[in-house]
């Protein structure tokens, strides 16, 4: 621990588990409380289990562990007022707001003519409408208390390339640049920064299911993890499959210092090169 967050209150949507989980590890190892809010609940059309309460729980027992303070909730991002709540009542505990990290969302796929009306509301509801509750939720949080403070959104390669059978997702994380853009403007003068992160495939359930995997090898049988890196390494420049929600998690944790003070506004891609390939 190098305190680089120290003395700070970061907020983490999604943090039950996955990436969002290793943020909230990550920004605590560094000094930070955090809010953790998630939804604990399934989505009928992601394909994959989605996280539990007993999840969150050991995401409040890993912060908890590096002797930080951590006020968990369950809410939908897609429910304003919930989530509201949740924000408001981890400020009141904590005491302030200092960075968030915008990070709660779901995959599933598609071809463009297959997807349907609840596929299309839940994905844009989730990770593009469900980040602009985040942020104004937290916004007048951060703006009360004069320091200052960092947005982080967790868009994808996907929002700033498009890819087959997910133009849903596509759309989406291609929305939430432009809500950066805007908000970075908007919120400049209060010296809160606003980013995006994107990354590429990330070692997590997203891209561990069986749906995913019959999507890049529909000519194999019930494929496994090894079946499927060679086909995950080849979207890549560097000689990898996918990378670890930490390599993401160092990113944010980046953005969310001092040492990124005069950053914002930026789309910054930790994507072993896919998005210069």
């Known amino acids: 621990m190098t305190g680089r967050v120290a003395g700070k209150v970061a907020l983490v949507t999604g943090a ?3 990436q969002g989980r290793s943020h909230a590890v990550r920004l605590a190892q560094e000094g930070a409380n955090i809010i953790a809010v998630d939804i604990c609940a399934q989505i009928d059309t992601v394909p994959y289990q989605m996280s539990t309460p007993e999840d969150l729980g050991e995401t409040v027992s890993a912060v908890e562990a590096l002797d930080r303070r951590i006020v968990a909730a369950t809410a939908d991002v897609r429910e304003l007022d919930a989530l509201t709540e949740a924000i408001d009542k981890g400020v009141a505990e904590l005491g302030r707001l200092d960075i968030v990290s915008a990070g709660a969302g779901v995959a599933d796929f598609g071809r463009a003519e297959e997807l349907t009306a609840a596929q299309w509301e839940h994905m844009i509801g989730t990770n593009l409408t469900g980040v602009w509750n985040t942020a104004r939720a937290a916004i007048p949080h951060l703006v009360a208390g004069g320091r200052g403070g960092s947005i982080t959104i967790t868009s994808s390669a996907a929002g700033l390339r498009a890819f087959e059978n997910m133009v ?11 809500v950066m853009r805007a908000l970075a403007l908007e919120l400049a003068s209060h010296s809160i920064r606003v980013n995006t992160i994107h990354p590429c495939t990330v070692n997590t359930a997203m891209t561990h299911n069986k749906v995913t995997y019959d999507l890049f090898a529909p000519d194999l049988h019930d494929p496994t993890a090894d079946d499927l890196a060679g086909r995950f390494r080849a979207l890549n420049a560097l000689p990898v499959p996918w990378i670890e929600p930490i390599d993401v998690s160092n990113a944010l944790l980046f953005l969310a210092s001092d040492e990124a003070r005069y950053i914002t506004g930026v789309t910054l891609p930790v994507d072993a090169g896919l998005l210069g390939m």
């Open 168 to 178: 849903h997702y596509v759309a989406a994380k291609h929305g939430v640049v432009g």
């Open 16 to 18: 039950a588990r996955g």
